[in-house]
């Protein structure tokens, strides 16, 4: 099993520039997490879905960040127009509907990205 | 992966030893709760979970308590070895039967060989 993959690793870009993340989940997996963390507000769940659906995105900061699941195996997170105040790791995770001895609540994460925004 | 840093609190252990970390949880409706252990430059790894309707968990080497009457979660980590060393985070689902987690802001623990 590959795990959940996250593209790029880093990413550097300057301020005004669009940036997108992209993540593969675990195959079978049909809930994805975008998740941010900073030494300053931890870890945070950004938005979720459930089969491709977004089922709760109040974590997103505001309009400028976007996030989009066209299947099962692909996901988008997109920061336009990019600030500074964006610099954080950005975690995807992916969970399963569990099974036996397996709980849904589970959450795999990613590598994770690191962008800084200059 | 980089963990929140210079703020964390942090729990220093010789080698062998039991460690024993703590996290409060805000919400009395939570039912179900997680620990995750977080390398340096890595993701979040599940450890072990527990549900409301439980007190105590074991599974290999860690054990999770649970006491709701005061919304504190412990996990415990016996024999504690070098590979341990890591940032720990708590995490409970604020909205019962949702997948979202919340996660605390973490312990670091620093095993001395």
Redesign the interface.
Known sequence: DAG?IQSPRHEVTEMGQEVTLRCKPISGHN?L?WYR???MR????LI?F?NNVP??DSGMPEDRFSAKMPNASFSTLKIQPSEPRDSA?Y?C?S?TRGGVGR??????????T?LTVT | ???????LPTLSVQEGDNSIINCAYSNSASD?F?WYKQES??????II?IRSNMDKRQGQRVTVLLNKTVKHLSLQIAATQPGDSAVY?CAE?IVPG?????????TRLQVQP
């Open positions: 959940v809930s997490f963390q900073t030494m931890g870890l945070e769940l979720y459930n089922i709760d790791v975690f995770a969970s709980s849904s609540y589970e959450q795999y994460f990613g590598p994770g690191r | 992966g980089e963990s929140v840093g210079l703020h179900y997680i430059g890595k993701g979040p790894q599940f979970d985070f689902n949702r997948r979202a987690l919340t996660f605390g802001s973490g």
